[in-house]
């Protein structure tokens, strides 16, 4: 039987995002590359997640299918859908 994909999604929202976007940008071993398309900003970690900052929210989106690297274009296509609705 096929292992499903796991994921993982963080939203905060409010005057906490800012502070929670630039605390894990900032965090070892992030090596935060700047991605355009969803809003204020946007970054892609290096290697687990795609982090959005968009007005006062904030985003992580990580996807790892089972016994493989972390899925960035299926990362991508689930912030796009979740940021479109913050």
Known sequence: MAQADSGRVVVVRGSDALSCYNSYKSSPPVHAQPITGYSD????????????????????????????RPSRSD????????????
């Open 75 to 86: 990362e991508k296509k689930l912030a796009t859908a979740i940021a479109a609705k913050l």
């Open 41 to 68: 900003q946007a970054d892609h970690d290096g290697y687990a997640s795609v982090n959005v900052l968009k007005g006062d929210s904030y985003l992580r989106v990580a996807v790892s299918p089972p016994g493989d």
